[in-house]
């Protein structure tokens, strides 16, 4: 508004002076269209004059375009930090009102992962003390596959002779101390066969709490995008609601005669 303001009172100035100075004596037809206040060329370089100085400030000064591109966010970049951490993607486009309900059930999962797996390993360490207490057995140097026939068979010698009728002879165990078991009764290799089965679960129960982080990432990477992209319309939309200010000429017969500034909100 200062500059057309400025822009209307140089005109009116400039209008007064060349008034002003017209001489006293009569002038040709073709020095009256030059010298002529409403001629084109003198109004033409009047506008040049008055206009060129406040016209491309304005312009400039109400692009959208420029005013807005160092404040747009990326869809990508609130994805990524979804994906990383839930919730840290809607943070970004400013709206952690809907990433703060991601980020809690990130917490959440990551504390039952980790009770979940550190009470299935104290589940199953003390099912393989249950099982030397009552079988006599060495843990040094054993697979998984042992402690599971070690519940299924009383001692060595039952599980090696099964093996042998089944013709499964990669399987039998050498019959030597470090390789023997031998159940003090068959409630407790029951009892035994409980623990490291509940245990399994537990350690088994620990994929679908990754499954759940997978799917909170999903769920808040596809929130992160959205909330940037409404973020990035609602900038959009405030910016050209900015006032804006054109200049146009007019004429009559074909020949101009003035200027009409234009304003819009």
């Given at each position: 508004m200062r500059y057309a303001v400025c822009f209307m009172l140089g005109m009116i100035f400039?209008?007064?002076?060349?008034?002003a100075q017209q001489p006293s004596v009569p002038l040709t037809g073709q020095q009256q269209d030059e010298s002529h206040p409403g001629s084109v060329q003198s109004f033409s370089a009047a506008y040049e004059q008055a206009f060129a100085s406040s016209a491309p400030q304005q312009t400039q000064a109400l692009l959208p375009e420029d005013v807005g591109t160092a404040e747009r966010k990326s869809a990508f970049i609130?994805?990524?930090?979804?994906?990383?951490?839930?919730?840290?993607?809607?943070?970004?486009?400013?709206?952690?009102?809907?990433?703060?309900?991601p980020l809690i059930i990130?917490?959440?999962?990551w504390l039952g992962l980790v009770g979940v797996n550190s009470y299935g390993n104290w589940v199953e360490d003390d099912a393989r003390l249950y099982a030397i207490q009552h079988a006599g057995i060495q843990t040094a140097g054993k697979d998984d596959n042992f402690f599971v026939d070690?519940?299924?068979?009383?001692?060595?010698?039952?599980?090696?002779?099964q093996m042998l009728i089944e013709r499964r002879l990669d399987e039998v165990y050498p019959d030597e101390q470090e390789w023997r078991w031998n159940w003090d009764s068959k409630d407790n290799r029951l009892d035994y066969k409980d623990q490291r089965i509940f245990a399994d679960e537990l350690h088994n129960g620990v994929t679908y709490f990754v499954l759940g982080m997978i799917a909170n990432r999903i769920w808040s990477a596809i929130q992160a995008a959205t909330a940037v992209n409404s973020y990035n319309a609602s900038l959009t939309e405030r910016l050209s609601q900015l006032p804006g200010m054109h200049a146009r000429m007019t004429s009559y017969a074909g020949r101009i005669d003035g200027m009409q500034l234009v304003f819009t909100w």
């Open positions: 400039l209008n007064g002076s060349m008034h609130g994805v990524l930090y979804s994906l990383v951490l839930p919730g840290m993607g809607e943070l970004y486009a400013g709206r952690f009102d809907k990433g703060k309900y990130e917490t959440g999962l070690i519940e299924n068979y009383q001692d060595l010698y039952a599980y090696n002779n």
